[in-house]
Nanobody, 120 residues
């Protein structure tokens, strides 16, 4: 059984910072990609930032220079440091893992989501 546990969301004023964390547990045999997506009310779920097992990162244009994604492979953890937050960053943030378990096939796993609200 696989579980992604997120923490760190909350309410912050515009210009403030938050740090999200996610720990993946369970019978993973490999984890290729870890990262974060977000979904605002009435909108699709969008990629925020991802990091490969080798440390290669990819960011959405709307967070470049403000957010930093990092990963601890020993702990199967991924962090998202969010600075200079804007009201437009308000959304539910989902932890994302691309990995394999008993089956060698790669598949996506999702956390339950954590709310981030930025007030103006």
């Amino acid at each position: 059984q696989v579980q992604l546990v997120e923490s760190g969301g909350g309410l912050v004023q515009a210009g403030g910072s938050l740090r999200l964390s996610c720990v993946a547990s369970g019978s993973f045999s490999s984890i290729n990609i870890m990262g974060w997506y977000r979904q605002a009310p009435g909108k699709q779920r969008d990629l925020v930032a991802i990091v490969s097992s080798g440390g290669t990162t990819n960011y959405a244009d709307f967070v470049k220079g403000r957010f930093t994604v990092s990963r601890d492979n020993r702990k199967n953890a991924v962090l998202l440091q969010m600075n200079s937050l804007e009201p437009e960053d308000t959304a539910v943030y989902y932890c994302y893992v691309l990995g394999s378990t008993i089956s060698p096939s790669l598949r996506a796993y999702w956390g339950q989501g954590t709310q981030v609200t930025v007030s103006s």
